[in-house]
């Protein structure tokens, strides 16, 4: 109710977990999801007398990323520790980037609801390493899983250009979209792989001071994101008008309840006492190393918006959605290779096979259908050899079988009846069998016309092709009325 | 700005530390001898030079992404003072407290 006097200011730290095959500073496996404490070493494990060493790929992974959000790489960076205890970093600290981080001065674009761009600038992007896993509510004490510990993070943040909630959701879609078009991370939120904290704090609008900000954790989705930003803004506005103060904290998020809770650790001194890490040597980037990786860059999604719109001539909302993820947009150009009619084939996509994914809660890379099939069943329905309700239905059942269309429209008879002296055998039946209706039709009953049209169908199972049925009983009946009234 | 006993029990407690007062005075001391000792290098002029991050005169030390066998896990474990199966077990490091009864009153007004 308030919200009109006040104006929320928001930054984003995001940490998104690298797909190496291989931890950031030693040989241990990235994979998720295997037995607690199995792939660990001495390494990621923090012993007296081992030595990280980088992995190559991270360093190219965080170059990647900041090229693609218009940031300068930095030529020379360096790593630094950063010291706090808990259970699940065994080393007593976190090797990060602090003074000299790889990426700095970047920016994200996005499209805001009324059209209008806004840039979110980027602080820096930084490489760090994730801590293990600890796992609070399965035991009376907390249970420790080292695994993830070592797996290279990129952490991505923000400047303070974020002013609503809506705004932090557009921005996260962006950069998940972008870490999924390059291939360096893959983007699930509900799994932790991308994960997202928020600094927010509101002040009354006009007023140049920053009000004390609260950081929120703990919250898995962009929805969740959206919601929880919305929850807190309100209530340090609530504060505010209460004549309170805000106090600052960490908050986590209890997406089921729908709130946020005061967050309390026992670490709570927040002096990580950063300094140089004396394991690892400087990185050093010379110019041919950036060149060669702009080169190897894959096309972004605003590029393959721009070209889909050429190439294919679809409006910009075709072009949006079937590009907002990466393997959408190669499911689109897989089908088609086989098909010309460019804007059908997005019509289906769009609206038939997202509407499966969605209701199946699946990826489009588990859709059973595959691309030459999809290009195949639209073929079938501009050749007038099916209608549109059997080709949705066709493709209701073959994505969950993946059968192929043909084959499956011949099993069951599907084919449409285009044989227009059948059709006309059908009609006729259909006008004798109605006479009342068709003087009622004829007395201006302009309707019946789609209960014959019905009536039809309901005799052909379906299967006759509707444009021909119209065209043949809209001949019956006109030549029928010549005969009544002559 | 001398080091005070304030400061090495802040920092003692960053390190999980525990001294007896003594002690606490006698690091005090050699806390501040140090840093004297270190203060001298601000003597020099280093306006000119570029901050050194690394004593050795290396760059670019990376391994190539490849996984490598991870130690066995019973090995990694013998390590443990506490386990349940195959997890570290450590005590209750988390709580997150309900929103204090006023703060809810505030809320449903």
Redesign the interface.
Known sequence: MFADKYEAVIGLEIHAQLL???KAF????TKFGL????????IC?GMPGTLP?????V?EFAIKLGLATHCKIRTYS?FARK?Y???DLPKGYQISQYE?PICYDGYVEIELKNGEKKKIRLRRIHMEEDAGK???DQ????????NRCGVPLLEIVTEPDINTPQEAALYLTKIRQLVQYLDICDGNMEEGSLRCDANVSVRLKGEKKLGTKTEVKNMNSIKNVEKALEYEINRQI?ILE?GGTVIQETL?W?AGAG?V???????E?H?Y?YF?E?D?????VPEEWINEIKKSLPELPEEKRDRFMKQYKLPKYDAEVLTSSKALADYYEQCVKYIDDYKSVSNWIMVEVLKILNERQIDIADFKVKPEHLAMLINLVNEGKINQTTAKMVLEEISETGEEPDSLIERKGLLQISDESFIEEVVVKVLEGNKENVERYFAGKDKLFGYFVGEVMKLTKGKANPKIVNEVLKRKLEEMRVKVNG | MPVTIKDVEYIANLARLEFKEEEKEKFTEQFNRILEYIDKLNELDTTDVEPLYHVIDLKNVFREDIVKESYPREEILKNAPSRTEFFFKVPKVIQVEKPQKENEDKEQS
């Open positions: 190496t095959n291989s030693c040989g241990c496996s037995p607690p404490n199995s792939n660990v070493c001495p494990l060493v980088l992995n190559k790929r360093v360096i010291n205890f808990y259970p000299e600890s796992i609070h035991d009376v004490d907390t249970l420790i899983d080292i609530q209460s986590l209890d709130v809770r005061p967050m309390r650790s026992k670490e001194a002096d006492r140089p004396p690892l040597v400087p990185v050093v």
